[in-house]
């Protein structure tokens, strides 16, 4: 055996670099996952501002095929109306009333 049985694994010249899993991303998503802005997406989740973003998107998809809301949803009108026995809407006035 040689005087230099162990050789270093590490020699002075040699730069360690610790790897991280972020830098396995590309680089623009990177500054995603930095704690401020996941924060502020975990934030933004829990306080309901993805139901906005849903309702939003589908108000304006209805808009733009010339639907309106009221087509698609029960309203204060329509549950009036069942309530007191009409066929549809149209029977009961505003305030609740027959007409």
Same mark, same amino acid.
């Given at each position: 055996?040689?005087? &230099?049985?162990? @050789?270093?694994? %590490?020699?002075?010249?040699? /730069? ?7 830098? %396995?991303? @590309?680089? =623009?998503?990177?500054? %995603?996952?930095? @704690?401020? @802005?996941?924060? #502020?997406? *975990? ?5 309901? #501002?993805? *139901?906005?973003?849903? =309702? #939003?998107?589908? /108000? /304006? +998809?209805?808009?733009? %095929? =010339? ?7 029960? =309203?204060?009108?329509? +549950? ?6 009409? &066929? &549809? ?9 027959? +007409?």
């Amino acid at each position: 055996m040689s005087g &230099n049985a162990h @050789p270093h694994i %590490y020699d002075h010249e040699t /730069t360690v670099v610790t790897s991280d899993w972020r830098s %396995y991303l @590309p680089e =623009g998503v990177r500054s %995603y996952l930095e @704690p401020a @802005p996941l924060a #502020a997406l *975990f934030l933004g989740i829990s306080s309901g #501002a993805t *139901f906005a973003m849903i =309702g #939003a998107t589908l /108000t /304006t +998809r209805l808009a733009q %095929y =010339g639907i309106q809301k009221s087509a698609v949803t029960v =309203g204060k009108r329509k +549950r009036e109306s069942e309530r007191l026995g009409c &066929n &549809n809407g149209s029977d009961v006035s505003k305030k609740g009333a027959r +007409r």
